[in-house]
C-alpha cells in the first residue's frame, strides 16, 4: 500500500492490515512495555496508557519484565515484535543495549514511542515523553539546600544502575546545583543495582564512612524506599535529610512519617496518555512532536495533602 492508502485505512479508524516496509502491522493494536512489573510508577503510567488507548478504539496489551534488567525486558521486545503491533510504547530499562531490539520493531513498521526511559540514540523512537529528568535532580538539591539552611554536612547521591537514562539524568542535575551550595559536600554517587536492599545497606556504610552525612538523594523509587530502610535501621531518621524521586504509597507514607523530608513527584499517567497520543499520530501518519516534558513537582510533608494528585496508583 502507498502512503496515500495507509492515510486513509488509518483516518477511517482502521481495524485493518497497515502495509509497511517490513510487512504487516496491526494498526489497532498497541502495546506497552514498561522498565518492570508491578511498580507504582508503571501502574500509573499504564492506567493513564489504558484508559487513553482504549477511548481512542486501540486493542492494548502489557508486557512488563519482572526486574528491571534489559537481560528481561529484550525478549519482551523480541515476541512483541513477532505479533507486529501498530505501536509500541517502552520504557527502555538500558540507554543502549536496547537499541537493536527497538530498531528491529521499527524496522518492522511499528511506531516506537518512549515513555520515561530514553536511548541514546534518538534516531528510532518518533516520540519521547518523560519527565525533565536533569531538572529534577536540580529541584532536589535547591530542596535539599532549603531544608538544611546554613547548616554543613555530606551528601550522597543513591543511583540505580549506570546505562538508565532518567535516573543517570537527575543524578546529573543533583551534582550540577549542589555545587552551588558550598555548604553541601559532596560524598559522591553509589549505584545500586535498583535494588532497596543495596540501597539501605550503602546508606548505613555511608552514616559510617561520613559522620556528617546531613543529606541522601535517592534517584527512584526503589532506591528512596531502600534509603529510609537503611536510616530506620541506624537510627537517624529525621537527623539525615533523605530527598526521594516518585512518590509510591510507601514513599508518600514516610513522608508524612518524617522518614522523607521531600519527594520529587511525576506525573506517569499523563506520560502514558500523552505516549498514546503521539503514537496514534504516528500510525496516522501526522506529525508528532519528538520530545515532551511532563511535570515534575517538589512535596514536602507541610504541603502533600494539597498536592495529592501526584501520588502514584497501586491500581488502577
Ligand atoms: O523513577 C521511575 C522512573 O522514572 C525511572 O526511569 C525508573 O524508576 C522508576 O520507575 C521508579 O522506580
Do not use: W
Not at 78 to 83: C, P, Q, R
Not at 178 to 190: S, V
Amino acid at each position: 500500500l502507498g502512503a496515500v492508502a495507509v492515510l486513509l485505512l488509518a483516518g477511517c479508524g482502521g481495524g485493518g492490515q497497515i502495509g509497511d516496509s517490513g510487512g504487516d502491522v496491526d494498526a489497532k493494536k498497541m502495546v506497552l512495555i514498561p522498565g518492570v512489573t508491578a511498580e507504582p510508577f508503571y501502574i500509573s503510567m499504564e492506567c493513564g496508557f489504558r484508559e487513553a488507548a482504549q477511548a481512542a478504539g486501540y486493542q492494548v496489551d502489557v508486557q512488563a519484565p519482572s526486574k528491571f534488567d534489559s537481560n528481561q525486558q529484550i525478549p519482551i521486545v523480541s515476541g512483541v515484535l513477532a505479533n507486529k503491533p501498530g505501536a509500541v510504547l517502552i520504557s527502555p530499562t538500558d540507554d543502549t543495549a536496547l537499541a537493536g531490539p527497538m530498531k528491529s520493531l521499527k524496522d518492522a513498521g511499528v511506531k516506537v514511542v518512549e515513555v520515561d526511559t530514553a536511548l541514546v540514540d534518538t534516531s528510532v523512537a518518533v516520540s519521547s515523553v518523560s519527565s525533565d529528568n536533569e531538572q529534577g535532580g536540580a529541584l532536589a538539591a535547591r530542596t535539599l539546600a532549603e531544608l538544611v539552611g546554613d547548616k554543613t554536612g555530606s551528601v550522597l547521591v543513591l543511583n540505580t544502575k549506570a546505562g538508565t537514562s532518567t535516573t543517570d539524568a537527575r543524578a546529573k542535575g543533583f551534582e550540577t546545583e549542589l555545587a552551588k551550595h558550598p555548604n553541601l559536600k559532596y560524598a559522591g554517587q553509589q549505584y545500586t543495582d535498583n535494588e532497596p536492599d543495596q540501597a539501605a545497606s550503602k546508606v548505613t556504610a555511608t552514616l559510617a564512612a561520613y559522620p556528617d552525612l546531613i543529606g541522601v538523594f535517592a534517584t527512584n523509587l526503589n532506591t528512596g524506599e531502600g534509603a529510609a530502610t537503611g536510616l530506620r535501621n541506624a537510627g537517624k531518621t529525621g537527623a539525615v535529610n533523605l530527598i526521594g524521586f516518585d512518590a509510591s504509597p510507601k514513599q508518600v507514607e514516610d513522608l508524612r512519617g518524617g522518614v522523607v523530608q521531600a519527594l520529587i513527584a511525576q506525573d506517569p499517567a499523563t506520560i502514558g496518555k500523552t505516549g498514546v497520543e503521539h503514537a496514534i499520530a504516528a500510525i496516522e501518519g501526522k506529525e508528532v512532536q519528538r520530545t515532551t516534558e511532563t511535570d515534575l513537582v517538589a512535596l514536602t510533608k507541610a504541603d502533600m495533602d494539597s498536592k495529592s494528585e501526584y501520588f502514584y496508583k497501586q491500581e488502577c
